[in-house]
């Protein structure tokens, strides 16, 4: 069995403040069991490139998400290593999966491949 680690109220109220938007929240259920570009999150939400970049932003500034480079592309994933990673994972399993987005990416041909 696990150990259980408690949250301090001030932290887990600025995690869901920041999971409390549905984009953000549908994106950390994405990049749970997925890297993205930013280019494929543009295509899944419909959104201009910066919103997509402003949203990634605040979630890689409290460490939620970390990105690595792949020549001039930039792809997102889950910070595992981050203090509150098993809270955030705890919230993150109470939620539909959001892979059919990418799998219908892949039907149109967008699937990382924008990014090559």
């Keep these: 069995m696990g150990v259980k680690t408690v949250v301090e109220i001030e932290k887990a109220a600025q995690i869901l403040k920041l999971l409390g938007d549905k984009t953000r929240l549908s994106m950390m259920k994405l990049?749970?069991?997925?890297?993205?570009?930013?280019?494929?999150?543009?295509?899944?939400?419909n959104a201009s490139q910066p919103s997509i970049s402003q949203h990634l932003r605040k979630l890689k500034?409290?460490?939620?998400?970390?990105?690595?480079?792949?020549?001039?592309?930039?792809?997102?994933?889950?910070?595992?290593?981050?203090?509150?990673?098993?809270?955030?994972?705890?919230?993150?399993?109470?939620?539909?999966?959001?892979?059919?987005?990418?799998?219908e990416l892949e039907k149109q041909g967008l699937r990382i491949s924008c990014c090559e």
């Design 31 to 45: 990049l749970q069991t997925n890297e993205c570009c930013v280019c494929e999150l543009v295509e899944i939400y």
């Design 61 to 103: 500034d409290v460490g939620l998400v970390k990105e690595k480079r792949k020549g001039q592309w930039i792809f997102y994933s889950l910070n595992q290593a981050h203090e509150h990673h098993d809270f955030v994972i705890s919230l993150l399993d109470s939620l539909p999966s959001q892979d059919e987005r990418l799998t």
